[in-house]
């Protein structure tokens, strides 16, 4: 387990390669907070996610109008 203790910010974690990066961090210990405009896609990927025993939050935003402070503020 790679990444125990660890939080990492993971983009577009709706679908696609941002679901398939979040299970994978999570998998290798990591603390996931997801980032999507999609808001049922982050409620899927988090329930995929937390049922494999991984730990993960999101946040519903686009990362180009939020200052990256408030992805921190977790």
Known sequence: MRFVGQS????GAASGLGRAVSQRLSSE???VFGVD?????LA???EIVT???GTMS???ADIIKVPFGYLLDW
Not at 37 to 41: I, R, S, V
């Open 51 to 53: 049922a494999a025993g």
């Open 37 to 41: 405009l999609n808001e049922a896609g």
């Open 58 to 60: 999101f946040g519903i």
């Open 44 to 46: 899927e990927t988090k």
């Open 8 to 11: 990492v910010v993971v983009t």
């Open 29 to 31: 210990g990591a603390r």
